[in-house]
């Protein structure tokens, strides 16, 4: 059965048309379609409508190396500035953080690698809350402050090749483990017979952690710890004179240089109830 609308109904309806379309010109805003990515992680996050790319490396770009360049910053790592390209300073960030793991060192991130990101990196305490430690095997840098892991950088320690002093002998191209200290620094860059060293710290003797040109991702120096420039840059406000160093890893274990935070003894402490509260 067909239903009749009258005149009256009809003008109602026309004139409820005519006052939306006048109340939408009215609003002082404009109404957009906004366009969505389904590929976008910002949005839908890992797992969901993205997944992370199988490898990523020097040249890459888009949102996977969005989220590395986050993730590998948010756990202690130097990938540089989040903007979706994947430059040097994000491949020395990935090769240290292949140093931490054990993996090949070629700065190549790997679908494998997303689930790393997860597990936390921790050294151990020492009796100095704030200290720097050089682990001379896995070839990085801690930075320790307040008992935790601040930044982990790529270093470069001694090769262990010979070469020839300034005095003509013969040296052994090796990074001093032990308990250290810095006891100096030079503003800018030291010019030695060894090349050039940039905001050196010395830990002892002529050894020094300074930044470089040439940061290989093994040991390649005459016995210095060798650091990327922009690095040394980021540690020159965070490390100062008789901060304690740490050096362990190629002959010496950390056990060997480093005595662990003693954890106060609990003092126990017995008592008995008068006999009058005692419970039979």
């Known amino acids: 059965m067909l239903s009749v609308v009258s005149g009256k109904q009809m003008l109602r309806r026309f004139l409820l048309v005519i006052a939306g379309a006048a109340l939408l010109t009215a609003m002082p805003f404009s109404i957009r379609a906004i366009a969505v990515s389904f590929d976008d992680p910002n949005v839908f996050g890992y797992g969901e409508a993205w997944s992370p790319p199988s490898e990523l490396r020097v040249g890459s770009t888009g949102h996977g190396v969005v989220q590395l360049q986050r993730r590998l910053g948010e756990i202690g790592f130097r990938p540089g500035p989040v903007d979706g390209r994947y430059g040097e300073a994000l491949s020395a960030a ?19 690698d997303w689930r790393l990101l997860d597990e936390p990196i921790s ?44 005095g003509g002998g013969l040296s052994k191209a090796r990074t001093p483990e032990g308990a250290f200290s810095f006891y100096r620094h030079v503003d800018g860059w030291r010019i030695s017979y060894l090349g050039g060293l940039y905001e050196p710290y010395y830990f002892r003797g002529g050894y020094a952690i300074h930044g470089s040109g040439s940061v290989p991702a093994y040991p390649a120096s005459h016995g210095c710890v060798r650091v990327r420039i922009p690095d040394m840059n980021y540690l020159l406000g965070r490390l100062r004179l008789g901060m304690p160093v740490y050096v362990y890893g190629d002959t010496s274990r950390r056990s060997d240089v480093i005595t662990p935070l003693e954890t106060p003894a609990i003092e126990r402490v017995e008592f008995s109830l008068p006999a009058e509260l005692a419970i039979a």
């Open 94 to 112: 990935v090769v240290a953080f292949q140093k931490a793991h054990g993996l090949p060192r070629d700065g190549i991130f790997r679908s494998a």
């Open 123 to 166: 050294v151990g305490t020492a009796s100095a809350p704030d200290r720097v430690e050089i682990d001379l095997g896995r070839q990085v840098l801690f930075l320790i402050e307040n008992q935790t892991v601040a930044s982990i950088l790529p270093i470069s320690s001694g090769s262990g090749s010979t070469y020839r002093s300034r």
